[in-house]
């Protein structure tokens, strides 16, 4: 069913230093920088294998995700695995008992591809992500 791992989400205070930090001591470039105002949020993109790395700095302390980053300080946010069939294992998650999260589990990312999220209390609260591919 999982293919790999997708993505990684870190939240972290400044995406513009985290990506500095990482070109610094690891040598890596980011595959991009961007703002997303709509979902307030800006990310730094890093490109391990065909996993991302994305360091994510929160644009609103009182959103979810600043609310999180505030409670729990910088670190993972959620982890994503990539599948085939998105919908198909959205469905199968929720019928082995996970409450999903959005429309009928789904919804779309930033980057545009499918993504379904699991809520961390039905996965002994660590917050599961699929995405398409």
């Known amino acids: 069913m ?3 791992v997708h993505h990684v989400r870190i939240l972290v205070h400044d995406a513009d230093e985290m990506a500095q930090y ?10 991009k920088i961007e703002v997303f105002p709509e979902r307030g949020m800006k990310n730094a993109i890093f490109k ?20 999180f980053l505030k409670e729990e300080g910088p670190g993972p946010y959620h982890i994503a695995f990539g599948v085939n069939n998105i919908v198909e294992v959205a469905q199968g998650l929720a019928e082995k008992g996970n409450r999903m999260r959005g429309d009928n589990g789904l919804s779309r990312s930033a980057e545009g591809y499918m993504t379904a999220n699991i809520d961390p209390e039905s996965a002994l609260g ?8």
């Open 48 to 67: 391990v294998g065909q996993t991302n790395l994305e360091f994510t700095q929160p644009l609103d302390p009182n959103s979810k995700m600043g609310q």
């Open 126 to 133: 660590f917050p599961f992500q699929i995405a398409e591919g």
């Open 22 to 31: 990482v070109k610094d001591n690891f040598g890596m470039d980011p595959v």
């Open 2 to 4: 999982l293919n790999f």
